[in-house]
């Protein structure tokens, strides 16, 4: 056989390969490079974590044949249920004092307090359970500012808490800001001043969904929420019938 005719028949062989490979890839509904496309700048982890099973008893599923979401009913259990312990994460005194007089990151008032010492009603999920930050109602669409220089650490749909962003400071300091529109204004790694645009008060928290709008508003020091008011002067609600 000439050398020819060997590499018109490997050349054959190795299109074959490659196209049947596609094909099988294809109707197994597996994406190939340049097929997945996630909203906005947000991370591709809403598209494996968002689910609301152990909330209302359903899976969403993103990306059915026609690009939309289904939901699928599934049995409902106890173990389906996130049980709320009671626990004191309260923040050792030294290296609090670094993040004293922090700027509030919305305006508005506090319409449910930071609670993991005890027991707040959640209208939502129509049980008591701890509340590791600040709610604090707005109006929708309002600008939500950074309360401290900070670096962008993440920026993603959580299943619970809706569009979120993560802002890391010094010393050990996080500022989370959750319930956002998916209209986020910055990415993982940029650089923030305080009171830098980080995005937009929203209604995406699904575990607040019946609440007023609000931003979810939470402070960790070395990886444990901690009380925001410690280190802002908030203003708060006569009661959250306020803003229904």
């Not at 993103?62 to 599934?74: M, P």
């Not at 930050?133 to 959580?158: H, K, P, R």
């Not at 959750?178 to 790694?189: F, G, I, K, M, W």
């Not at 410690?230 to 019938?241: G, I, K, N, W, Y």
């Amino acid at each position: 056989m000439s050398k020819r005719k060997l590499y018109y028949i490997t050349l054959f062989t190795s299109v074959f390969i490659v196209s049947a490979a596609t094909i099988l890839l294809y109707r197994a509904g597996i994406p190939t490079p340049g097929d997945v496309e996630f909203a906005g700048n947000l991370t591709p982890r809403q598209e494996s974590e968002w689910t609301m099973q152990a909330f209302t008893g359903e899976a969403v599923i993103a990306g059915d044949a026609d690009g939309q979401e289904t939901t699928a009913a599934v049995e409902q259990n106890e173990e389906d249920y996130i049980t709320p312990v009671v626990q004191d994460t309260a923040a050792p005194a030294e290296g609090i004092e670094t993040l004293i007089g922090l700027a509030e990151p919305v305006f508005g008032q506090v319409v449910l307090e930071y609670a993991m010492d005890r027991m707040v009603y959640s209208r939502t999920l129509d049980e008591w359970r701890t509340h590791p930050g600040l709610d604090i109602g707005c109006e929708l669409g309002q600008a939500v500012t950074a309360s401290a220089d900070g670096t962008v650490v993440d920026v993603y749909e959580d299943a619970r808490l809706g569009v979120t962003v993560v802002v890391e400071h010094a010393n050990h300091f996080r500022t989370v800001y959750a319930n956002l529109t998916r209209e986020v204004a910055v990415l993982p790694n940029m650089v923030l001043s305080r009171g830098d645009v980080i995005g937009y008060a929203g209604n995406t928290a699904r575990i607040e969904s019946i609440d007023p709008v609000h931003l979810h508003y939470e402070v960790h020091y070395m990886g444990q929420p901690v009380d925001p008011a410690r280190f802002m002067d908030v203003t708060r609600a006569a009661s959250s019938d306020d803003f229904e």
